[in-house]
């Protein structure tokens, strides 16, 4: 760790570079726009474009400055400010005790990982298994790994724009560069910088696989290595070790429980439902009212019947949980995914007399497509329902623009400071670190550099998108005022890095100022009522 903090607080050492063998130089597309004098137009946040690999027409490509720019950021990781406006003085740093997970299995999940990437040609020198003690590098360990790091960044822009101009060939050659630096036992920067890698190759082989209408030789697109077991052990892990589920949890059940407290029947729709670990803090403190608890219901809307079968044991629990607790339950489960059409009061059993919730832990942005009629659709359809509050849990990122090159630049900068927290939290031997970035944040960089089309799920918008999104369906936002509670939530993970803002009624978590989870709640707007 103490090697990970030297290489991030020295000083750049981009002047050193030559930036004609980075990015610049690979792209034909780069060098008409600069002859032409032609500009990017950013259509990022608008509605996005069908992906087309066939496509005659080249994406934009990194102007050498911003080119600089981009690299120089992930050596000044603690200079982040990304929350807007230069006078947020909500911002909050948080410090506490240091959190020491290890296990015995680390030697095990080392083999997992490697069956899984064994293709990748993977070289890992000197790594000690043990977690043994960091030993301070000396400044010329160090500058090493500032130019070590800085060529790493360079390799995977120029193979992102090399992919994004659609020369296999060149993107062979630099991802077999990137294989050198990149390996997933290695400091933050090599570990995320092995996913992305993974990611290239995936998109590699998909655009090598584009038959002459577009569709893939092999019907669709590879499918992933990680079952959804291990998917979930990943966020269950994430859950326990990082505050990064825990504050959406924390701040949507604070919104529910302020706008339902005094009501005797509650009932919440969750969307997309996947997990239980949400409702147990809720149901614990309905327990505490002191006129009694309400009566609560809650209807989880699962993806298909697969998915329900794997929550049954969690169902289970959370019911017997609810009754030792004295609070009166209902579950309700549907196999239907929360298309516009099932979105009605009919299908979803709302009563009169109820206060109706309905509750989004990362999952509106899967119905963000190619045009935002599907989003719209589903958020009116919601509207319909007439809830008195809507939570909506995201990841702050703008992850959905309409240009590959523009995705990998903001990705891989946010999934950088998601790995650099890690580093700071778990140790580098750590089994639990390894499954959580491997099942988790690995494949939301899979899909998010790999996939295109309806493959691609995770659109990750920004934080004013959403207030965009959600204003035009006829929504308005209503202030989360539970920061003291997510500032002793932080505190509980006890490692210094995490920052919280307020935002335009959104409630922020970031890592060294870095956006990374917005929480917001919603009303019908007075106007949209009727």
Known sequence: MAAMNAWLSFPSHTESFNHELAIRRFCPARIEQEQGGGEWEDGMNEIDQPWSPYNAVSPPCLAASEEDEFVDSFINM??????????????????????????????????????????AGMVVEGEDLGGGTD?????????????????????????????????????????SRIWRSANCYGDSLQRVSYCFAMGLKSRLSHLRNVNANGTFANGRMAVSSINKEEKMEAFQLLHQTTPYIAFGFMAAN???????????????IDLGMEHCLQ????????????????????????????????????????????????????????????????????SLDVREGEVLFVN???????????????????????????????????????????????????????????FDSLEASLPRSSPQRMKIERGHFGEEIRNIVAFEGSERIERHERADQWRRQLGRAGFQVVGMKSMSQARMMLSVYGCDGYSLACEKGCLLLGWKGKPIMLASAWQVAKASSS
Not at 254 to 268: F, P, R
């Open 78 to 119: 603690d200079g982040y400010n990304d929350y807007g406006n230069g006078d947020n003085k909500a911002l909050e740093s948080q410090q506490g005790f240091d959190h020491n997970f290890q296990g015995d299995e680390a030697i095990e999940m080392f083999e997992m990982v490697d069956e899984g990437y064994e293709d």
């Open 135 to 175: 030993l301070m590098p000396s400044m010329e360990e160090v500058s090493h790994g500032v130019d070590q790091g800085l060529q790493l960044v360079h390799s995977l822009l120029a193979c992102a724009e090399a992919v994004g101009c659609r020369d296999t060939q060149l993107a062979d050659s630099m991802l």
């Open 254 to 268: 604070e919104a529910i429980l302020k706008t339902g407290k005094g009501n005797d029947s509650l009932h919440i």
């Open 279 to 346: 409702w147990p803090s809720l149901i614990r403190t309905l327990a505490q009212e002191p006129e009694g608890p309400p009566k609560l219901r809650i209807t989880g809307l699962v993806k298909d019947g697969d998915s329900l079968s794997g929550l049954k044991a969690s169902l289970k629990e959370l019911a017997e949980y609810a009754a030792t607790m004295g609070v009166p339950l209902q579950l309700n489960t549907v196999s239907d995914p929360a298309t516009p059409a099932f979105l009605t009061k009919e």
């Open 360 to 418: 989004s832990i990362m999952h509106l942005h899967k119905y963000v497509k190619e045009s935002r009629g599907s989003l719209k659709a589903v958020l009116q359809a919601i509207k319909k329902l007439g809830p008195t509050l809507v939570t909506v849990v995201e990841q702050d990122a703008n992850h959905n623009g309409p240009f590959f090159l523009g995705r990998f630049l903001e990705s891989l900068h946010y999934y950088s400071a998601i």
